[in-house]
């Protein structure tokens, strides 16, 4: 089966807490899509609010599933949204099965996943004011019906490095977590809004070739 083939390359599994009801997003002839937020531990003190597409034949989207715990296996996927004469990369997990799990349920995935993909962008590799090294990649991900998604990625240390040297249009794989970030954006002279952005912390990576 060619789609089960296209869902391999991106698998993400998150459990966490709910932190928002369920907020209408779009339609898709007639099926009604809804963004819920969910919150993950990271292993150190922090954590990350992920945003969840859920479709409301998956759930019931009138339910309050706040301060619940639920585990979700589905793709990163993206998709733009025009803003003021530009587009704004949008990212979420699409989910494809939600579970409502106990509270002393402990997942063995908490916050994974793998992709299979192309650089579509050269990697910018920095160094931040500590020293620590970062390479900041752009994964572009089959999907079914000559579409793609475009994941933000980034990498530390020696695989920063690494991914320092990728080419456009190489083929890797990644095995990470899914992170979000706050920043400031100035709007104009006076004006910042404060947005999150939404990447993967690569973890593991393979280099597959040139295309």
């Known amino acids: ?42 292993l150190s003190t922090s ?4 945003p969840l597409m859920v479709s409301e034949r998956l759930v ?4 309050d599933l706040r301060g619940k715990n639920i585990e979700i296996t589905g793709q990163f996927r993206s998709y733009n ?20 799990c106990d509270e002393e349920y402990v997942s063995q995935k908490p916050n994974y996943i793998f992709l299979d993909g192309y650089i579509c962008k050269q990697p910018i590799y920095r160094k931040t004011p500590l020293g620590r090294e970062i ?6 991900v089959n999907r079914p019906y000559g579409k793609s998604d475009y994941i933000p990625c980034i990498c530390w ?13 190489g083929h890797i794989q990644i095995w990470g977590r ?20 939404y990447e993967v912390s690569v973890s593991k990576l393979e280099y597959l070739g040139d295309e």
Do not use: C, P
């Open 81 to 100: 949204r025009h803003e003021e004469n530009r587009n704004r990369l949008m990212l979420s997990v699409f989910v494809r099965e939600l579970v409502v």
């Open 178 to 197: 899914i992170q979000s970030r706050e920043y400031q954006k100035k709007l104009d002279e006076s004006e910042v809004e404060r947005r999150v952005a």
């Open 1 to 42: 089966m060619m789609t089960d083939k296209i869902f391999e390359n991106n698998q993400v599994t998150i459990a966490g807490e709910v932190e928002s009801l369920f907020q209408y997003s779009h339609d898709v002839f007639g099926e009604g899509f809804y963004i819920l937020d969910v919150r993950v531990n990271r």
């Open 47 to 50: 954590n990350d609010t992920i």
């Open 135 to 140: 390479a900041d990649l752009l994964l572009a």
């Open 60 to 63: 019931d989207i009138n339910e």
């Open 157 to 169: 240390g020696r695989n920063a490095r690494y991914a320092e040297k990728f080419q456009i249009g």
